[in-house]
């Protein structure tokens, strides 16, 4: 009885045994299929195998040389096993933490060849035997060739010969050390190290890998590897039929993440995402079309990213001018990667203090010659993008014109801690210890993502409900299963829902960053900033009155920003419906021209240009105002009430209700005044000859009883020249470098 259930359960596990003589044979998966929003292929993961058979003998050794050392550098010596490798890569893996393979070049065309992914025991054991068979039934050489022939290199790629033409456009034995090197590094993750993925310089350390590994096993001599590594790769870009690359392999990662590289690359998956192509193209064309305008400028690139922050649809994605384009970097996509935001992060900044309810947009701050000091640091003195300063300016001009000494002093009112957690509450992901950044974190001075931006302005454009952004609506599989979904239609809902009162958003602390949909900020202080952002009279001082950032017929709210040294260029802009952020600069961080400076060239036409297209058909929309927002009389200068003893000029603005002013402006007063200079002399000093005078006194957070209506001298660029200030911050870990300008 024993033996014959030996026999039967040996019969019912070798008889799913594939023949290992089917290695010659080929299968179809099927392939995966991204499309935009409206059913238009965007591009085909897998296609029935793009195979092309090619003789070993007909390949330059370094082709399949390059293989065995980053694969298997003992293949000739093993017999299908290499147990030191095994056992290397354990090591690896336990004790450094690098995840590595141990299989053998037999192993791995055993797996793809003739078995599933699957990771069970049962597998591994026809696994080793099959192994055993292949290493039995054929040469190392013919193993060898069934490899390269066989191998998966990446979406319809398999076999070197399908490689090389897809990634180089030319026959496999022409393929040149430095490209061969790049293609032997593709099949131990297809997707990690393509060349056209979202993360190309990854295929540039892979490669690097191979040659050193090469070296290591004498299959090339340093020299060799050496010159291999500085030959510029020309890739074959009219054999990659895809449609918005960047966002196809933003997609293509996220699915990498979720799901196993056999049914993304044989499953037959569709995978419908929220992308619209219309808008895709257009964004395209508004770059391509900018940047042949901006070459006296040194402009060598440009990225675009179109959402609907009501639901977080991402409907555009451009991440670089041209995405085939190696030279110049073309495969990096800018939209996920750090960049410094200049300016365009004061928004965040403002509205902090007025979740606070510290400041509000009548707040008015002194625009002149300060110094931040901090205990064991030099003294921060930050500037103007224009050289000049206002004086008296109320926050409500103060962010329109984008003066930097007021953000400056309102991230001193906030606290550098509490900025930071109400920007990450917002989206931004890339800030950490707050020992690393300071006072110029306001003014750009830390790392930000396109993708955290739009989902930061999101907030603001939502009226304080942050919804995460998203690239796919479907994934489902040829057949119909469905593996995921998602509903834009009851995301708007939830919205809806959080914007239909004033209710109290999340504790900051208790932001969940995976959470689709929370309200992290009240309504009111959103509000405020949105209609300071749309208000054209608010920016008019420094941008004009008919800047690239006024869409004609529009409602929009926008900021740009430039960082001091002029590597990187903002515009971002939203209605309740369509946000826009556009970046324009180099990818190897060179600086662009210094005419860049006033934000408007640059970043702002594209932006212009793609808000136009997408608002074309669009009523203008203005955004709700919130129930508890009022509006008061204050005067034009101070932002207190007026006083009826001595009148002032006098404007609406509004408020969070509470927080309107409740002071009344200062009468003029005697004063003492320096006659030389025409100002109060510095509190301490001795100075003979006062004189009495009548003046208005004013003071900000940081500055007491500031002369507003002294005599001051001019400079010849018609620039008021005030006194320097001296402001103590008594927060010895805050680092006050890195200063960048608007």
Known sequence: MLIALLVFGGYEFFKDIPSPTKLKSQSFPVSTKIFDRNGTLLYEIYADRNRTPIKLSDLPPYVYQASIAIEDKNFYQHHGFDF???????????????????????????KTSLLTSQRTITRKIKEALLTV?????????????????????????????????????????????????LLAGLPASPTTYSPFGSHPDQA?????????????????????????????????????????????????????????????????LRVYTTLDLNIQEQAEASISAELKKLKNYRIGNAAALVT??????????????????????????????????????????????FETKKLTPASMMLDIPTCFNVTGQAPYCPVNYDGAFHGAIQERFALGNSLNIPAVKTLAVNSLQTFMATASAMGISTWSDPSHYGLSLTLGGGEVTMTDMATAYGVLANEGVRVNLQ???????????????????????????????????????????????????????????SHILLDNGSREAEFGPNSALVVPGQ????????TNDIRDNWTIGYTPHFLTAVWVGNNDNTPMN????????????IWNDIMRFVLKNQKPTWPDQPSDIVNANICVVTGLLPNPASPCQTRSEFFWNGTQPTTIENSPQAIFVDPTTGVPPAPGTNVPNLQAQTHILVSDPFTQNFCLDCTRPVDDKGHTQYESYNVNIFEPHINTTTPVKQ
Do not use: C
């Open 471 to 529: 690239p796919i609506l479907r994934v489902e599989d040829y057949t119909g299963k469905v593996y995921q979904s998602y509903n834009p239609d009851e995301t708007s809902t939830q919205v809806d829902e959080l914007t239909a009162g004033n209710g109290d958003p999340v504790p900051v602390s208790q932001v969940n960053p995976n959470t689709e949909v929370q309200r992290v900020l009240h309504r009111a202080p959103t509000y405020l900033i």
């Open 84 to 110: 030191l490798g095994m056992i290397r890569a354990l090591g690896n893996t336990f004790f450094h933490q690098s995840l590595q393979g141990g299989s053998t070049i037999t192993q791995q065309l055993v």
């Open 133 to 181: 068979a292949t290493e039995t039934l054929y040469s190392k050489n013919d193993i060898l060739e069934m490899y390269v022939n066989n191998i998966p290199y990446g979406g319809t790629a398999w076999g070197i010969e399908a490689a090389a033409h897809t990634y180089f456009g030319k026959d496999a034995k022409d393929l040149t050390l430095a490209e061969a090197a």
């Open 555 to 562: 409602v929009v709210s926008v900021k740009t920003g430039t």
């Open 308 to 353: 609907d922050p009501k639901t977080g649809e991402i409907l555009a994605m451009v991440g670089s001018q041209n995405y085939f384009d190696a030279t110049h970097d073309g495969q990096v996509n800018v939209t996920i990667r750090d960049r410094q935001p200049g300016s365009s992060i004061k928004p965040l900044n403002y509205v902090t203090a």
């Open 594 to 605: 210094q005419a860049l400076v006033s934000g408007i060239t640059g970043a702002a036409p």
């Open 204 to 268: 540039v350390r892979r490669q690097k890998e191979v040659l050193a590994r090469m070296v290591d096993s004498k299959f090339i001599t340093q020299d060799q590897a050496n010159q291999a590594m500085q030959q510029p790769l020309k890739f074959a870009t009219d054999a990659i039929n895809i449609k918005a690359p960047h966002f196809v392999f933003y997609v293509k990662d996220i699915l990498e993440n979720e799901y196993s590289d056999q049914l993304i690359e044989r499953g037959g």
